[in-house]
């Protein structure tokens, strides 16, 4: 039982290019999260999903897209990356949002050149 | 907008000392508290979870407590060890239906 596993953990990339962050759950959990974690500033929500075929934006969603074709993941994706968007990336899910614990990912660090 | 505050950033502590961690929050209509350990490299995990109903919860030789109307939460931690030593983070979900982290706390157990 693998819960919350996120792929790659960790990249560089060259400014403008594109990639995707994979978060796969296999808890069957309704909401998935994206966060990122800088030094000083806590976990920042980027995105998040409240059910298959639904996102929503969190505090922190330019430069960003999510999907989740299917319940089971959700999807990060950087277009063109920039030197800002060096970070921790963290998937998240929950079995609903507001009494249930979260469950996060390992975690994938992200450097852009 | 919620924000949230934890003090100290970063504590040292002798093995065998009873600590207590500190968590403020601006906003007190949240529907509950949430305290994660992450250790060096890797991901959350998650300690207590204080529904905005409760008073405190317990796990072995934590304690959290939660006092809505104030905005605070305290971690107390029993009888340390430097298994202990990670850093902590707390988080409350408010009405945006989000999470909001503290920076975290680094404790540091001394053997």
């Known amino acids: 039982n693998a819960g919350v596993t996120q792929t790659p953990k960790f990249r560089v990339l060259k400014t403008g290019q594109s990639m995707t962050l994979l978060c796969a759950q296999d808890m069957n959990h309704e909401y998935m999260y994206w966060y990122r974690q800088d030094p000083g500033m806590g976990l920042r929500l980027i995105h998040y999903s409240v059910g298959e075929g639904t996102t929503a934006k969190g505090e922190v969603p330019d430069g960003y897209n999510v999907s989740r074709l299917k319940k089971q993941n959700f999807l990060l994706g950087l277009e063109s990356a920039a030197p800002s968007q060096t970070s921790v990336y963290f998937c998240?899910?929950?079995?609903?949002?507001?009494?249930?614990?979260?469950?996060f990912g390992q975690g994938t660090r992200l450097t852009v050149v | 907008k919620q924000e949230v505050t934890q003090i100290p950033a970063a504590l040292s502590v002798p093995e065998g000392e009873n600590l207590v961690l500190n968590c403020s929050f601006t906003?007190?209509?949240?529907?509950?508290l949430q305290w994660f350990r992450q250790d060096p490299g890797k991901g959350l995990t998650s300690l207590l979870l204080i529904q905005s109903s409760q008073r405190e919860q317990t796990s072995g030789r934590l304690n959290a407590s939660l006092d809505k109307s104030s905005g605070r939460s305290t971690l107390y931690i029993a009888a340390s060890q430097p298994g202990d030593s990670a850093t902590y983070l707390c988080?409350?979900?408010?009405?945006?239906?989000?999470?909001?982290f503290g920076s975290g706390t680094q404790l540091t157990v001394l053997p």
């Open positions: 988080a409350v979900m408010g009405s945006a239906r989000q999470l909001t």
């Open positions: 998240a899910n929950s079995l609903e949002d507001m009494n249930t614990e979260a469950f």
């Open positions: 906003d007190s209509a949240i529907y509950n």
